[in-house]
Nanobody, 119 residues
Framework: QVQLVESGGGLVQAGGSLRLSCAASGSIFSFYAMNWHRQAPGKQRELVAAITSGGNTNYVDSVKGRFTISRDNAKNTVYLQMNSLKPEDTAVYYC?????????????WGQGTQVTVSS
């Protein structure tokens, strides 16, 4: 089991920055790929950024060059640095821990943190 707690959301003006944090507990954090998803009202949840257990990263095109995902395995925490925020970044952001091993998948989710970007 992995418990995930997000923090760092809030209200920011367009062009501003926020840093989201996701603190994990309950299992070996370094084994898991960590992802940030978001869901805007009336839209499907989308994967925004991902970081593997080895530190490789990937981003959805709409945030490339603006968002940076990172992890600190010593602190069991994953971060999402969001710069040059746009109103279309407004959504609830969810942290997700994922692991695949011997044909079995594990997925754990945080409760979400609201990010609102005003124009």
């Amino acid at each position: 089991q992995v418990q995930l707690v997000e923090s760092g959301g809030g209200l920011v003006q367009a062009g501003g920055s926020l840093r989201l944090s996701c603190a994990a507990s309950g299992s070996i954090f370094s084994f898991y790929a960590m992802n940030w998803h978001r869901q805007a009202p009336g839209k499907q949840r989308e994967l925004v950024a991902a970081i593997t257990s080895g530190g490789n990263t990937n981003y959805v095109d709409s945030v490339k060059g603006r968002f940076t995902i990172s992890r600190d395995n010593a602190k069991n925490t994953v971060y999402l640095q969001m710069n040059s925020l746009k109103p279309e970044d407004t959504a609830v952001y969810y942290c997700n821990a994922h692991r695949s091993y011997s044909g079995t998948n594990w997925d754990y989710w945080g409760q979400g943190t609201q990010v609102t970007v005003s124009s």
